[in-house]
């Protein structure tokens, strides 16, 4: 093709999805979803292969990708006509756990012709099940909240009314799950017009002729990305700290093979799935097989079936990287971001100039609910907290993000106590939480929820209150996570799985992990010791302990 047109095609049909991106946020009602921005959007051509893929969440990286043709398989794309759309959550089709729901709707030309399929999947504050937020330490799947087949919520342009009532009635957070839902279907009609005004444009023949094309071209871009990889076999272990119900460490293995074939990820040797909340479902590992091998290659390769062609994954199905029904799987992001950190440690020895040290690497959940004083509705609040990246050869970790797969933003204290009857008391980085080293990890996170007039159920769904990451070549691990219940004089810790019932005046402590560190602490550069402790980063006393850096 004429590569000035094959780029400008390329680009529009990106932007498709990004447009749905930006209806999607600006129309939401959840400060999860329109500030936090916790949710993707994507395109399929009619073979049901990738075609672009909004920049959003990396976590959801492939779990489109695997749930979108299988749902839309199982419903019948005869059944489906313009104007509809299909509701879906069942993580045992290809999903993830049960709050990500996803809306499919065809896109069909002026022509009668089938184009393709719009996505998006975002995740909703409640979708029912024991807990306000719909997470905590459930025993099974049917405990997490509504499951959702294929069904259709929209048809001819209208939403299904009867569908809706059903979803809704399950949902303690009605008005608010309704407007999302609403931005859901308004964010599919603007990828549904933005590709048909763009086929009119040029033409369907030109455009089906440019996917073909741009899958061909990044997958040639991604085999030359693996070239630049070492060849080989390279492997590695790690802990979840505990499943929740038990102290036992849930244990994660990857090998990791890389070759011209592109990159297989074995986890044989992963401990069984649990009745515990720390499945994670087929398309949770497989988000994470691609996003590692989507930061190691060049960052300008498209994500579409073309760089799904490299990416390679045996996970035994029955296991905690692969579960079976009806292994509970609303903590399964919780094992899926910590593989992420197992395969870059496998990866540290053969490349370790481009690996960074242990995370944060857990989710790190907050959610919570009861009756809103003020309203007398009941009402659900979800989030997830930052914490300290790992260090990198030449850099530090930064404080308090986001990491690996989880590009998450932060819910401003103004906005959410606008809109939920809580206060935040107390946010701030943690002074020493880093792990020390030549470089050093980023700074935790601590966020106090008050509740000053009424009763909540508090649920937290997190780990790394036992170990903290690790260093590498010499780094110390970042400190530990911890959980507490009313610091102060009559502070009790809490554990990283857990639900509580709180009183009006209760004060939940959430305090996330620092990152590991980078080389020896020893040859840290004493200006940067120095900065570090002029900012409130690192204690005096510590810099000279750890770093043998004194300061008057």
């Known amino acids: 093709m004429d590569p000035i047109k094959f780029e400008v095609i390329r680009n529009a049909l990106l932007e498709a999805t990004e447009e749905m991106a930006i209806t999607l946020r600006r129309s939401a009602y959840s400060v999860n979803i329109k500030t936090r921005t916790d949710f993707s959007c994507a395109f399929f051509d009619r073979d049901l292969r990738t075609v672009a893929q909004a920049t959003g969440q990396p976590v959801h990286l492939g779990s489109l990708a695997q749930f979108v043709p299988r749902a839309i398989r199982q419903f019948g794309p005869e059944n489906l006509a313009v104007g509809d759309a299909i509701l879906c959550n069942d993580p045992y089709l290809g999903g993830v756990h049960l709050n990500d729901i996803t809306l499919i709707s065809p896109v069909y030309l002026s022509s009668g012709e089938l184009l393709g399929y719009v996505a998006n999947l975002a995740h909703h504050v409640d979708v029912g099940g024991g807990a306000p937020g719909s997470i905590g330490a459930f025993r099974e799947v049917f405990q997490e909240g509504i499951i959702v087949p ?304 009424h009763e909540v159920s508090f649920t937290i769904l997190s780990d790394r209150d036992r170990w903290g990451p690790h260093g590498l070549f010499g780094g110390l691990p970042g400190l530990k996570a911890s959980y507490i219940l009313n610091p102060g004089r009559h502070a009790r810790p809490l554990g990283s799985k857990t639900t509580v019932q709180l009183m009006a005046g209760d004060v939940v402590s959430f305090r996330s992990c620092g990152g590991g560190g980078y080389g020896d602490p020893h040859e840290r550069d004493p200006q940067l010791v120095r900065r570090d402790v002029r900012e409130g980063k690192v204690s005096a006393e510590r810099a000279k302990a750890v770093y043998g850096v004194s300061i008057e």
């Not at 009314?161 to 979803?167: A, G, N, S, T, Y």
């Not at 080989?232 to 070759?259: H, I, T």
């Not at 996003?291 to 390679?312: A, E, Q, S």
């Not at 609040?381 to 990198?392: D, K, M």
């Open 150 to 453: 294929p069904v259709k919520l929209v048809r001819a342009g209208k939403i299904v009314p009867d569908i809706f009532r059903l979803v809704l009635a399950q949902i303690r957070s009605k008005r608010e799950t309704a407007g999302d839902f609403r931005a859901q279907i308004a964010a599919n009609a603007t990828g549904v017009r933005r590709l048909c005004a763009l086929v009119e444009r040029l033409g369907a023949g030109v455009v089906r002729q440019s996917i073909d094309e741009l899958l061909s071209y990044t997958e040639r871009r991604a085999r030359a990305g693996l070239r630049t990889l070492p060849f080989g076999v390279f492997r590695a272990e790690g802990w979840v700290d505990n499943d929740g119900y038990s102290d036992q460490p849930v244990r994660l293995v990857v090998s990791v093979s890389v070759n011209d074939d592109g990159v297989l990820y074995d986890f044989t040797g992963s401990d069984p799935q649990r009745r515990a909340p720390v499945n994670s479902t087929y398309a949770m590992t497989f988000a994470a097989c691609a996003y590692v091998l989507k930061c190691l290659i060049d960052p300008d390769v498209p994500v579409n079936d073309g760089f799904y062609r490299t990416v390679h994954m045996h996970a035994p199905a029955g296991t905690v990287v692969n579960c079976t029904p009806p292994a509970p799987v609303v903590g399964g992001w919780e094992t899926q971001t910590r593989l992420t950190d197992v395969i870059f440690k496998a990866l540290a020895q053969a490349i370790p100039e481009r690996v960074p040290a242990g995370t944060k690497a857990m989710m790190a959940q907050v959610a919570f609910g009861g009756t809103d004083p003020h309203s007398g509705e009941l009402y659900a609040y979800y989030e997830a907290i930052a914490g300290g990246y790992g260090a990198r050869a030449g850099k530090d970790g930064p404080d308090a993000v986001q990491a690996h797969g989880q590009n998450t933003e932060n819910a401003p204290i103004e906005q959410s106590e606008n809109n939920y009857p809580f206060r935040i008391a107390r946010y701030e980085l943690i002074e020493d939480s880093d792990g020390a080293g030549k470089f050093r990890g980023g700074l935790g996170l601590r966020r106090d929820y008050c509740f000053p007039d």
